[in-house]
């Protein structure tokens, strides 16, 4: 089956302590679209400008991405900016500069409202509604969000709660929306604002999902080098729906290979800058990884 991705189309400009790689094919949804087309047919929704280079357009097919919900706009694509410090887990957004994304409105075509597997990368959650709202009973929704949108559109975002299976955030944003400084016990205050599957991801640490059948976690794949951590979350995400859409069984034990399988793709994220690693991925590649991360976990 087939996965929607709406999300950011972005040109990002990325500064490590060691390089600097200005414009690159960047957004959240570029990185969980390439992700998810490694398990299963993509849909992409988003927008980018005139500037955008026609090479990206071409990767993008490369992957089998629909490309039929991607807006082209007079102006400028959406430009993000960030800077990492040694310690690549901190980093400072430099620029964001929204360009063709301000007046984004995510009209779906018509092929695309029923598609049953949904995912609503990191966007405002306006648009995220917006999106859901044009939607014909989709089988499975997963959003994700930034803590922007905690601190601008929190109400929104508690509106789309409700709407949705399942929720990805990051720990720092679960304790910022729950005001609960116990990972644990702030899963249990999200399940009660709506998600039945609350997925938290701890970087270098790996993730965990909670669901009615319990809990369930996923280490993080020791690397011991990581160029660029830019998309990791989204790559972990699409990789995680991109799995559930491509399987047939139970959800939930769904859910649980899928978290391994996001793990492995957000892992080689990491390790080139952009999307420069994932694109040359092959789905080999992806299961002999996930081979080499279930030994380190057996005894
Ligand atoms: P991550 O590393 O998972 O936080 O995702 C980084 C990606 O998010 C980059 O490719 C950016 O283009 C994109 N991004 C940064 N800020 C925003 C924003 N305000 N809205 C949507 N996407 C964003």
């Known amino acids: 089956m087939s996965v929607l991705v709406v999300g950011s189309t972005a040109l990002d ?36 400008g005139a500037d955008f280079p026609k090479r990206y357009l071409q990767l993008y097919r490369r992957h089998g991405i629909d490309l039929e919900g991607l807006q082209v706009a007079a102006g400028k694509t959406f430009h993000w900016a960030g800077e990492y410090e040694v310690n690549m887990n901190n980093r400072r957004t430099l620029k964001t500069e929204l360009g063709v994304f301000e007046r984004f409105t995510p009209d779906l075509p018509h092929a695309y409202r029923r598609t049953p597997f949904v995912l609503l990368a990191n966007i405002a959650p306006a648009l995220q509604h917006h999106v859901l709202d044009q939607m014909t009973r989709p089988k499975f929704v997963v959003a994700d969000t930034m803590d922007l949108w905690l601190n601008i559109a929190r109400a929104d975002l508690l509106k789309l709660l409700r709407r949705i299976d399942a929720v990805v955030l990051n720990d720092s944003e679960a304790r910022q929306l729950t005001k609960e400084d116990n990972i644990i016990a702030a ?14 991801k701890k970087g270098e640490h790996g993730a965990i999902l909670s669901s009615p059948g319990g809990m369930f976690i996923a280490p993080a794949f020791p690397l011991n080098k990581v160029v660029d951590p830019t998309g990791a979350g989204d790559s972990f995400v699409g990789g995680l ?10 959800l939930e034990t769904n859910l649980k ?19 420069n690693r994932t694109t040359k991925l092959t789905r080999a590649a992806i299961d002999q990884r996930v081979n080499q991360l279930q030994a380190l976990t057996r005894i």
């Open 13 to 48: 400009s990325i500064k490590t302590p060691y390089r600097e790689n200005p414009r690159l094919l960047g957004g959240s949804a570029s990185h969980a679209a390439v992700a998810a087309s490694f398990f299963a047919p993509v849909k992409l929704v988003g927008i980018v």
């Open 257 to 275: 290979r899928g978290m391994i399988y996001g793990t492995i793709v957000a892992s080689f994220c990491c390790e080139g800058f952009g999307l």
């Open 187 to 200: 899963t249990r205050k999200i399940h009660r604002l709506g998600p039945k599957y609350v997925i938290v």
């Open 241 to 250: 729906i991109g799995y559930l859409a491509g399987r047939k069984g139970p």
